[in-house]
């Protein structure tokens, strides 16, 4: 049957052309080579077999944090141990996606209580400055610049570190963190598509010097003799004092200690606009996940804003109005309606989503069945609309993330993302600490009538959301798929893989996806001006021609892009509820490995 289903995505490139072969990381071109795929007794030749452990599963974009997390389920932590053990690793060995100068966001099912809990571990803009302030700061930009001291917001990563181990953890927190900080001062060996991202991020860097103000620090820290290569040892000894320090002062020594007194020096001394009392005041909310109904029992689960995990909702309640399993998975029909799905659903998180302490969005109508039938009847089945705008409330009164997934014996899941936003961030790092501070206050918008507009002590809009889904009320899948904008329509693909075409868990990733990019933005004004309204509908090489043809004839914008890149990294777990066992899953796309005993 997935052969069939999956016919115009099994032609993914047997034969690189020379517009396909990509530059490495070392800068030379990959050789053309006329060899394609071995086969495999069971399954798609495009994929491989998923992980099976009984007892813990780990998911992660580096193989030796996904041991990590392993060895500390084989100690006796459990998932939240092993999943914060896994992200402090992935901060020193992929910080090219993620580290303790950014944000976290996590899911988990908690066994004992049979809940989901929800964790929004995001930071704040500094309170001292004001949007005139900022306004002036800019010049005569008319935005937010994704460099420098402009963009950066609180960490909130290494407080949701302990939010989740206050809450749930078990092993002592330098126990968990000893690991990275061997790493750290021992070092590791650079794996393959980070080395590869180093190169990009230096080569960005590099470009816009001239944003940055400070970038000694960064170079020392990473780029001293240009971007680390593939299997080079690389060692941070900075990261491995501040972690040492985190470990032993706990999440004060980060937010009031001798780390918070660092960065403020460091921000006086370049200019930047961040203070002690903004580390001092920070602190992560725990948040209600919320839930829709797709179909066959399957539930797909998110945060709320400001993140933008309720857009993957928005897009299931649009998508359950029509029976996708009636059409070939790769076909022109089935891309169309994700796609027209994914720009209805964006339209509404261009107006809507941003931070619930200052401007609250109307979630219940959001996420209602009759507003997912009212915004469906406006997908016309032959043809991409030109543009869509936001709904109107019937109320009565390129970012670069990790993205990983753990569970235990006992059947807690952790579904956790953390980001530095785009690539490594903002090119500052404050003096010997070793980490990078993310740009995630590009975000916000500057039209003073958004709802996302910068303000004093707020919290900007985000894009990096972890997943879970539930099935016939029990715990099923926790996952994640990284990257910006991709996320939610990731999270949508890879559920429409399983629930509606019966890939497993590592098929469901490894499929060839697409990835609509342009419409309004939650950084525009809210009139959407300079908004590319129809935008730029991505595809990768396992999509025909066929349906590359038909897509445009249905007026998309459609552009091959073979690198994949742009497509997210994807880690999942699956428990059967019957036997326990867990199925995990990674890809092709990052260096990550499943792991489980």
């Known amino acids: 049957m997935l052969k069939k289903l999956l016919c115009p995505m099994a032609v993914v490139a047997m034969t690189l052309t020379p517009a396909q072969a990509q530059e490495t990381a070392s800068g030379a071109s990959e050789p053309v080579r006329e060899i394609g795929a071995g086969g495999r007794p069971v399954g798609e030749i495009w994929s491989r077999s998923p992980v099976y452990g009984a007892n813990g599963m780990a998911a992660t974009a580096h193989p030796l944090a ?13 998932a939240v141990d092993a999943a914060i053990a896994a992200n402090a690793a992935l901060g020193l060995m992929e910080p090219t ?17 049979q809940k989901l809990h929800g964790l929004n571990a995001s930071g704040k803009s500094p309170m001292g400055t004001s949007y005139a302030e900022l306004r002036k700061q800019l010049g005569d930009r008319t935005s937010i610049p994704p460099l420098g001291p402009l963009p950066v917001t609180v960490p909130g990563t290494v407080d949701g570190w302990f939010e989740l181990h206050g809450k749930f953890g078990k092993m002592a927190m330098a126990d968990i963190l000893t690991p990275t900080i061997t790493y750290a001062r021992e070092g590791h060996p650079v794996a393959p598509v980070i080395a590869h991202y180093f190169q990009r991020n230096l080569n960005a860097f590099e470009r816009r010097r001239e944003m940055i103000v400070e970038f000694a620090n960064a170079r020392a820290t990473w780029f001293a003799n240009g971007a680390p290569k593939t299997g080079e040892m690389f060692k941070n000894p900075d990261l491995a004092n501040t972690l040492s320090m985190i470990a032993s002062g706990g999440r004060d020594a980060f937010y009031k200690g001798e780390i918070a007194r660092t960065m403020d020096a460091y921000f006086k001394r370049i200019g930047g606009n961040l203070r002690y009392a903004d580390f001092a005041a920070h602190s992560s909310l725990w948040v209600e996940p919320g839930c829709v109904q797709y179909r066959k029992g399957y539930e797909l689960c998110e945060l709320p804003p400001n993140s933008q995990g309720f857009a993957a909702l928005q897009m299931a309640n649009i998508l359950k109005n029509i029976d996708l399993a009636q059409y070939p998975r790769g076909s022109a029909t089935v891309l169309h309606y994700i796609t027209e799905a994914k720009r209805l659903a964006f339209e509404d998180v261009a ?47 390129e970012g670069d993330t990790t993205y990983l997934t753990v569970a235990d014996k006992d059947g807690m899941m952790v579904s956790l993302i953390q980001s530095n936003y785009r690539g490594m961030g903002s090119g500052l790092v404050a003096d010997g600490l070793g980490f990078m501070f993310q740009d995630r206050g590009e975000l916000y918008s500057l039209d003073p009538d958004h709802p996302n507009v910068y303000a004093p002590g707020k919290r900007p809009f985000q894009t990096i959301i972890p997943a879970f889904m539930k099935k016939d009320g029990k715990p099923y899948m926790s996952f994640g798929l990284m990257g910006g904008g991709m996320q ?18 590592q098929e ?9 990019d342009g419409g309004r933005q939650p950084t ?13 509908l991505n595809v990768e090489p396992g999509i025909s021609d066929q349906a590359v043809a038909q897509l445009k004839a249905m007026g ?8 994949g890149i742009m497509f997210g990294g994807y880690q999942a777990i699956v428990r059967d509820s019957e036997t326990g066992v867990y199925h995990g899953a990674t890809e092709m796309r990052k260096d990550g490995q499943a792991i489980g005993y």
């Open 66 to 78: 996904s041991q990590i997390a392993i060895d500390i389920l084989k100690k006796g932590g459990n």
């Open 97 to 113: 996606g993620n580290g303790i100068g950014g944000d976290l966001f996590a899911i988990i099912w908690d066994p004992k209580t």
């Open 351 to 397: 107006r809507f989503y941003a931070d619930p302490e200052m401007s609250p969005a109307p979630l219940d109508w959001l996420l209602s069945d009759t507003y997912g039938k009212e915004r469906f009847a406006l997908i016309n089945p032959d043809k991409a609309a030109p543009e869509f705008g936001p709904g109107e409330p019937k109320l009565e009164g």
């Open 488 to 505: 939610p329509q990731g999270h949508v693909q890879v559920m429409i893989n399983i629930v509606d075409y019966g890939m497993n868990l």
């Open 508 to 516: 469901a990733g490894d499929a060839a996806r697409i990835n609509h």
């Open 524 to 536: 525009n004004d809210m009139a959407g001006t300079g908004a590319d309204l129809l935008g730029t």
């Open 556 to 563: 998309h914008n459609v552009r091959r892009v073979s690198n």
